[in-house]
């Protein structure tokens, strides 16, 4: 029986250029601008996390910001409602995801469909023939309904209101799709309908969903973990991991030690390996639900830096503030801002300033804070932007 290959040693360093260049986050602008950038941008990505907090941009305006400097918040919606090639879905969170993939998200939608959804256990038969009554007769919103009788919340996020529930069942489900935003206000539609199908594609097998797993996460990470490729999804490992022993064994695929990581076990393609370096004048002032930060044991790792999510914190608590923000100067992260927008005042207003990392350091510190001012200024207009 042949030998295990041995672990190529990776410093963090040449982890940090891997993991940037598969972000995309290396170049200025690597999607090009509008709609098209939009989709060819959750494409690469895999996945565009939404949530709702808005005290400044929300995420998935923020995350494709990031990528695309010239980005329109109308490059989203029409890639969403006009376009169609991206769409809204579950993946460890709601986000948005290619429409080419959609197969592969319909294993999910049928067994949600035959089960249930834990979530949504107490919409009734009733609430389900209401909204699916409305449906068939065009689009529409939760404020469509205006007949509801409220009743109590099952967990915190849950809306009070037995029509929504039954609309997010039917999406869950793969019934009805969200075929439009006007900030978080979604515009539910038919399935079928919004995408001019007769009936919903075959779905992915479960081989299938397993490379797709892997292939998404050495696109859009370069470096990966079992972990890192099932963020949140602890079932698929033991496939997953089964296809990598595959591909390594096949020479398809490395397996490389960082720098720090212990015994945790990380693999990467031949061609992600070969030396690249990142420009230090590219300055991102990244969204806490960025891929690069989401997975927090894995930005610490690789970047020595420990994001941390304060918005549920109580005021007194917190270290770098209510909802800071990740500042990347090359590649290192260096500082987390805790910004505001006061929409009102039409201004961005800075709350506090943290430096971290080789960001502590004095030396070149004032040339260091005049680079990220100047994103400072642009990102402003983006916030402001209508």
Known sequence: MPRAPIPLPLPTTQARQIWLRAQRLDTRAPFGEGAQAV??????????????????????????????????????????SVDKSVFEYWTHALSYVPSDDFRFFLPAMREHKREGHKWYASVTSADTRKVMRLLRAGPLTIRDIEDDVLTEKEHLWQSRKPSKRALQLAFFTGVATISARQGMLKTYDLMTRHFGWDKLPKPAPAKEITAYLLDRALRAQGVVSLDSICHLDAPSKKAVAALIAARVRRGELVPVAIEGAGKQEHWATPAALEPHEVSS??????????????????????????????????????????????????????????????????????????????????????????????????????????
């Open 39 to 80: 989709a060819d941008a959750v494409a690469h990505l895999g996945y565009v996390q939404i949530d709702t907090i808005n005290v400044i941009e929300r995420s998935h305006h923020h995350i494709l910001f990031s990528r695309i400097p010239s980005y329109r918040r109308a490059d989203l919606r029409q890639a969403q």
């Open 281 to 386: 004048d590219l300055v991102h002032i990244l969204s806490p639900f960025d891929p690069l930060i989401i997975q927090r044991k894995r930005t610490n790792l690789i970047f020595g830096y420990n994001h941390l999510f304060e918005a549920y914190v109580p005021k007194a608590k917190r270290k770098l503030g209510y909802f800071a923000l990740p500042v990347l100067v090359g590649d290192e992260i260096v500082a987390a801002l805790d910004l505001k927008t006061d929409r009102q005042a039409k201004k961005v207003l800075m709350q506090k300033w943290t430096w971290v990392g080789q960001g502590k350091r004095t030396a070149g510190r004032k040339e260091l804070k005049q680079k990220i001012e100047e994103e400072l200024d642009r990102f402003e207009r983006f916030q402001l932007a209508d």
